[in-house]
């Protein structure tokens, strides 16, 4: 199958730095990468859409002046949170569908980043 | 709104057979994934239903009956590898994922 990898898997950071994540398609081009955010013992909470060439889509709730998501590529997106505090500490994922011909588009899943902030 | 039920916790016995239910409320159904997360990884694909009946794959089977909004994902054989998350998640109208809260599923010795 598809591989995504993120980087760095894990981070630990200061109360107000900003940390950067990235996402890539390794073996495949994603015109759309989705981020999520799972916290302990919850499922993963979509954040935001992010689109090749255009803006992201963010959910509601999801501040997108807070977590900056820049599609350069078509391999590569970044997530980059701002100014982080403790509770933006979670487990961040990357997805990328692989599409097919049926509407059947299997999500690959990085491996994830854990942040955790001071 | 859109909804995704299935248990929190589920406990079996190694070499066992158990049965993880999901039920869907969904605008509109363009399929259903069953993932498995260990803890601290990301989720890996296990099966894929968008037509009604089960689709055996291995040790691990998934049915689906879309008049009833009802999925469930049977493990047979089961390993002490099988502890995990399973988690249920069904594409909606506009191909959005929608993502259930989890099973977390035990296998006692």
């Known amino acids: 199958g598809a591989v995504v990898s993120q980087h760095p898997s894990w981070v630990i950071c200061k109360s107000g730095t900003s940390v950067k994540i990235e996402c890539r398609s390794l073996?495949?081009?994603?015109?759309?990468m989705f981020w999520y955010r799972q916290f302990p013992k919850q499922s993963l909470m979509l954040m935001a859409t992010?689109?090749?060439?255009?803006?992201?889509?963010?959910e509601q709730g999801v501040e997108k002046d807070k977590f900056l998501i820049n599609h350069a590529s078509l391999t590569l997106s970044t997530l980059t949170v701002t100014s982080a505090h403790p509770e933006d500490s979670s487990f961040y994922i990357c997805?990328?569908?692989?599409?097919?011909?049926?509407?059947?588009?299997?999500?690959?899943f990085g491996p994830g980043t854990r942040l955790t902030v001071l | 709104g859109q909804n995704i039920d299935q248990p929190t916790e589920m406990t079996a016995t190694e070499g066992a057979i158990v049965q993880i239910n999901c039920t869907y409320q969904?605008?509109?159904?363009?399929?259903l994934f069953w993932y498995q997360q260990h803890a601290g990884e990301a989720p890996t694909f296990l099966s894929y239903?968008?037509l009604d009946g089960l689709e055996e794959k291995g040790r691990f089977s998934s049915f689906l009956s879309r008049s009833k909004g009802y999925s469930y994902l049977l493990l047979k054989e089961l390993q002490m590898k099988d502890s995990a998350s399973y988690l249920c998640?069904?594409?909606?109208?506009?191909?959005?994922?929608?993502w259930g809260a989890g099973t977390k599923l035990i296998i006692k010795p």
């Open positions: 997805s990328a569908p692989q599409l097919a011909v049926s509407s059947y588009n299997e999500q690959f």
């Open positions: 073996d495949f081009q994603a015109t759309t």
């Open positions: 992010s689109n090749e060439g255009s803006k992201a889509t963010y």
């Open positions: 969904t605008s509109g159904f363009n399929g």
């Open positions: 239903n968008v």
């Open positions: 998640a069904v594409v909606d109208s506009n191909y959005q994922l929608i």
